[in-house]
């Protein structure tokens, strides 16, 4: 009995041995399964994405408008004697060349936004009119050439010679200057839309007028009517029509060309200065001179806070004009030398990018004076000098030196003249 008693109890711990290792190798099994499981999930699932952050708007910023600054250079009367005509002539090739006038001035005409000057006479061809200097000027097409190579970007052609070659000439010169490139103002080729050149040059909008105050006596070869359309004669009624045109185009700056005023005579007239008043109060900013063939006073004026410029007469710009060629027919020295005398008028406009508002910020003068000598061949060449920069040269002989101390000196009196 108690033999089969500790069998059975044998038996009983046997089994329980037995169970213990069966749920043993259950559970490791369920633990190894658990972990290939998991490694599994671990190498199907992608990580996570982070989320992005939205990216943060930033105001616009308001446009910056910059302000412009443009530089104008205006010089006076540009002539073609005999003498001119005949030293630029080459026999040989039967051809013109002007370009050796303008060679030491290039420079700073081509550096300008806007080169101006009056171009006193005209280019009718020679099938008519011979090639001739005063008192019925016809210069060679070559002249513009030149002209235009110099770096002049508009020409007044309202003056007292508009007419030397009639209508046709007339004409012709605007034809001859417009094909060039060049703009011409105060005379038409046909009755024009507007009288009023207006050119947008580097973003301030500027725009020409250009008047003449006599023509000779030779209007009386036009009608009535060419007389009216094809060219420029000092009105007041028309004047102020092109300022208030200009003003509804928007013009940020308004330049009267004017060709008027007594001949060799270095003061203004009263004339000039009502007119200049005239057109100071209808709106014009700058005025230019022409005519005198010396140099007269150039100021500043307040109108209504803003300030003007006039220059009543800015001389000879090229011609034979001088001491030599005007005493023998009675012109005295004292009169005759300033004819020798130039400027270029160097003016500097801003316009205030913010406000849009337009003035003269700066002017200076670069006084000339015209030579008059042989070349190696035994030719005559006429060169204008900016006198600052030649005053020392080697190129230039003690003589010419005497003569330009003089002209600028009595150039630079007249410029901001009280």
């Given at each position: 009995?108690?033999?089969?008693?500790?069998?059975?109890?044998?038996?009983?711990?046997?089994?329980?041995?037995?169970?213990?290792?069966?749920?043993?190798?259950?559970?490791?099994?369920?633990?190894?399964?658990?972990?290939?499981?998991?490694?599994?999930?671990?190498?199907?699932?992608?990580?996570?994405?982070?989320?992005?952050?939205?990216?943060?708007?930033?105001?616009?910023?308001?446009?910056?408008?910059?302000?412009?600054?443009?530089?104008?250079?205006?010089?006076?009367?540009?002539?073609?004697?005999?003498?001119?005509?005949?030293?630029?002539?080459?026999?040989?090739?039967?051809?013109?060349?002007?370009?050796?006038?303008?060679?030491?001035?290039?420079?700073?005409?081509?550096?300008?936004?806007?080169?101006?000057?009056?171009?006193?006479?005209?280019?009718?061809?020679?099938?008519?009119?011979?090639?001739?200097?005063?008192?019925?000027?016809?210069?060679?097409?070559?002249?513009?050439?030149?002209?235009?190579?110099?770096?002049?970007?508009?020409?007044?052609?309202?003056?007292?010679?508009?007419?030397?070659?009639?209508?046709?000439?007339?004409?012709?010169?605007?034809?001859?200057?417009?094909?060039?490139?060049?703009?011409?103002?105060?005379?038409?080729?046909?009755?024009?839309?507007?009288?009023?050149?207006?050119?947008?040059?580097?973003?301030?909008?500027?725009?020409?007028?250009?008047?003449?105050?006599?023509?000779?006596?030779?209007?009386?070869?036009?009608?009535?009517?060419?007389?009216?359309?094809?060219?420029?004669?000092?009105?007041?009624?028309?004047?102020?029509?092109d300022i208030a045109y200009a003003k509804e185009q928007k013009a940020d700056v308004i330049i009267a060309v004017l060709h008027w005023g007594n001949e060799y005579a270095r003061a203004q007239t009263a004339t000039q200065e009502a007119v200049a008043d005239m057109l100071f109060t209808e709106g014009a900013d700058i005025i230019l001179g022409s005519h005198p063939h010396v140099i007269q006073p150039a100021k500043t004026l307040e109108y209504g806070g803003k300030t003007k410029f006039v220059?009543?007469?800015?001389?000879?710009?090229?011609?034979?004009?001088?001491?030599?060629?005007?005493?023998?027919?009675?012109?005295?020295?004292?009169?005759?030398?300033?004819?020798?005398?130039?400027?270029?008028?160097?003016?500097?406009?801003?316009?205030?990018?913010?406000?849009?508002?337009?003035?003269?910020?700066?002017?200076?003068?670069?006084?000339?004076?015209?030579?008059?000598?042989?070349?190696?061949?035994?030719?005559?060449?006429?060169?204008?000098?900016?006198?600052?920069?030649?005053?020392?040269?080697?190129?230039?002989?003690?003589?010419?030196?005497?003569?330009?101390?003089?002209?600028?000196?009595?150039?630079?009196?007249?410029?901001?003249?009280?």
């Amino acid at each position: 009995m108690n033999r089969k008693k500790r069998l059975r109890k044998k038996r009983l711990r046997a089994s329980l041995l037995g169970l213990i290792v069966i749920i043993g190798i259950t559970a490791a099994s369920f633990a190894v399964r658990g972990l290939g499981s998991e490694n599994k999930n671990n190498e199907e699932k992608p990580p996570k994405e982070q989320p992005q952050e939205e990216p943060v708007k930033e105001e616009p910023k308001p446009e910056v408008i910059h302000d412009i600054t443009i530089n104008i250079k205006a010089t006076g009367d540009i002539m073609f004697h005999p003498s001119q005509i005949d030293g630029a002539y080459d026999a040989e090739t039967k051809t013109y060349d002007f370009h050796n006038s303008f060679k030491a001035v290039k420079d700073i005409l081509s550096d300008a936004d806007l080169a101006i000057a009056n171009f006193e006479g005209t280019t009718a061809g020679n099938e008519v009119y011979s090639y001739q200097g005063y008192p019925l000027f016809n210069a060679p097409d070559e002249v513009l050439d030149a002209i235009k190579d110099a770096g002049f970007d508009v020409l007044s052609t309202a003056n007292n010679h508009s007419l030397d070659t009639r209508k046709a000439g007339l004409i012709r010169t605007v034809q001859q200057i417009n094909v060039r490139g060049m703009d011409s103002i105060g005379t038409y080729v046909e009755k024009p839309q507007t009288r009023v050149l207006i050119k947008d040059v580097q973003g301030i909008k500027v725009a020409f007028l250009s008047y003449t105050e006599m023509l000779n006596g030779l209007d009386s070869v036009m009608s009535p009517e060419d007389l009216d359309t094809l060219i420029n004669i000092i009105d007041e009624t028309k004047m102020k029509e092109d300022i208030a045109y200009a003003k509804e185009q928007k013009a940020d700056v308004i330049i009267a060309v004017l060709h008027w005023g007594n001949e060799y005579a270095r003061a203004q007239t009263a004339t000039q200065e009502a007119v200049a008043d005239m057109l100071f109060t209808e709106g014009a900013d700058i005025i230019l001179g022409s005519h005198p063939h010396v140099i007269q006073p150039a100021k500043t004026l307040e109108y209504g806070g803003k300030t003007k410029f006039v220059a009543y007469s800015m001389g000879n710009f090229l011609s034979n004009q001088r001491v030599e060629t005007l005493v023998p027919y009675g012109m005295t020295e004292e009169v005759s030398k300033y004819t020798e005398d130039g400027v270029v008028i160097d003016i500097e406009i801003e316009k205030k990018g913010e406000t849009g508002e337009v003035s003269i910020k700066k002017i200076e003068y670069i006084p000339l004076w015209v030579y008059k000598g042989k070349t190696a061949d035994g030719g005559t060449e006429h060169v204008v000098y900016p006198i600052m920069e030649y005053i020392e040269s080697k190129d230039v002989d003690a003589n010419s030196k005497t003569r330009m101390n003089r002209s600028y000196s009595d150039t630079m009196a007249q410029m901001n003249a009280e």
